[in-house]
């Protein structure tokens, strides 16, 4: 493993990590891996190719030969996904395909066969990790381990607000169903399942705004860099 430091956000869905890492990677200069992003292109390609989410071994042998290529758009700044040279951005940003991440996730052999792949985008001058077993299992030696979490009615109005805003007609109670749903996979699969890391400094922002989440995670995560260098 290369020896630039690493800072983990782990967290169930609709918890805000997108939104911290995307704040530290400003303040920091240094880019996400957004290894949600990995399985749910992973969940949409099973998908395009009709596979179920029972047919364990050709989603592996999927896992293994992935043509995934993440990209910046230089006029946005976002990054992009793309499979096969398809940009995949939206189409990997539905509830569905959440799921389907979620059930390709829990398949063991998948997340073996994804693990360098992650491990990889550990490079100067560092690596804001972004998922749900960074800090335990992907990047077990990193310098600073942030787990964010919230109240599943917090997480669902979240999105429901939104979704509303983008003028999408939503159904809070199905949202709030659907993460609980999505939690209840993550929590409990047998392999890397969605637990904080030993150490992580821990932040619930059920009650809290972004802005304090921020200070909060930047106070922590600026303490462990200077401890570390
Ligand atoms: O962070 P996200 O909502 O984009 O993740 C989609 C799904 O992918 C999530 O429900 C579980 C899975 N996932 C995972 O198992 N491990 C990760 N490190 C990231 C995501």
Redesign the pocket.
Known sequence: MSNSPVITI?G???SG??TIAFRLSKTLGWPIL???????VL?FAAHRSNLTPDQTEEITELARNLPLEFKTDDASNEVIAYLNDEPVGDLIRTDEA??R??Q???IPEV?EALLQK?RDFNRAPGLIA?????GTI?FPEAEAKVFLTASAETRASRRYNQLKQKGIDANLAAILESIKA?DE??RT?TV?P?VPAGGAFVVDSSSLSADEVFSQVLDYVTEKLQESS
């Open positions: 782990d169930p869905s609709g990590k997108g957004d290894s949600g992003a990995i399985y749910r969940g959440g799921q991440a979620s390709v996730a829990s997340r992650q972004d998922g749900r077993d960074m992907v999505r996979r993550d699969r890397a969605l």
